[in-house]
Nanobody, 119 residues
Framework: QVQLVESGGGLVQAGGSLRLSCAAS????????MGWYRQAPGKERELVAD???????NYADSVKGRFTISDENNKNMAYLQMNSLKPEDTAVYYC?????????????WGKGTLVTVSS
């Protein structure tokens, strides 16, 4: 069993910053990638950013230049530094981890942390 627990969400004014953290516990093994998704009210869940075991990062166009993903893979931790926040960034942010192989992929989700950006 793997558990992902997010922290760091909250209420912030537009232009402000927040740092989200994701801690993985349970079965200890290296993830192939860790990432952050978000879901705003009435919208589908979308990828915000992810980072592979090799350190390659990928960002949604809407957050490029404002958000930075990082990890401590040996500690199974991931972070999302969010700067210059906008009201449209308001959403529940979920930590995601992928493991396993192409033939037997595994995916894990946290329960989410709410980020609210006021205008």
């Amino acid at each position: 069993q793997v558990q992902l627990v997010e922290s760091g969400g909250g209420l912030v004014q537009a232009g402000g910053s927040l740092r989200l953290s994701c801690a993985a516990s349970g079965d200890t093994f290296k993830f192939n990638s860790m990432g952050w998704y978000r879901q705003a009210p009435g919208k589908e869940r979308e990828l915000v950013a992810d980072i592979t075991l090799s350190g390659r990062t990928n960002y949604a166009d809407s957050v490029k230049g404002r958000f930075t993903i990082s990890d401590e893979n040996n500690k199974n931790m991931a972070y999302l530094q969010m700067n210059s926040l906008k009201p449209e960034d308001t959403a529940v942010y979920y930590c995601n981890a992928k493991a396993g192989t192409w033939a037997s992929p595994k995916e894990y989700w946290g329960k989410g942390t709410l980020v609210t950006v006021s205008s």
